[in-house]
Nanobody, 123 residues
């Protein structure tokens, strides 16, 4: 079992920045892949970014590439999502997820989820 708690969401103007954090507990954090997903009202949950257990492999959705950075600190059992140059279309609930089997692109393949944190970008 992995328990995940996100923080860092909020309201920001377009062009601004936010850093999301996801604190993990339970199963050995350094052994699991971590991902960030988001879900806007009326839309399906979508992939944002993911990182493997060591941090050596990172992948991003095209829509956030060059603006968002995923990172992890295994000593602190925490994964981060640095979001720069935010746009109104980034507005969504952001979810942290963990998967012991490795990296997957589809949210349905991730086993453990946080409760989500709201990010709202005003124009």
């Amino acid at each position: 079992q992995v328990q995940l708690v996100e923080s860092g969401g909020g309201l920001v103007q377009a062009g601004g920045s936010l850093r999301l954090s996801c604190a993990a507990s339970g199963r050995t954090f350094s052994a699991v892949a971590m991902g960030w997903f988001r879900q806007a009202p009326g839309k399906e949950r979508e992939f944002v970014a993911q990182i493997n257990w060591s941090g050596s492999n990172r992948y991003y959705a095209d829509s956030v590439k060059g603006r968002f950075t995923i990172s992890r600190d295994n000593a602190k059992n925490t994964v981060y999502l640095q979001m720069n140059s935010l746009k109104p279309e980034d507005t969504a609930v952001y979810y942290c997820a963990a998967e012991p089997r490795g990296l997957y692109w589809n949210y349905k393949d991730y086993a453990y989820w946080g409760q989500g944190t709201q990010v709202t970008v005003s124009s």
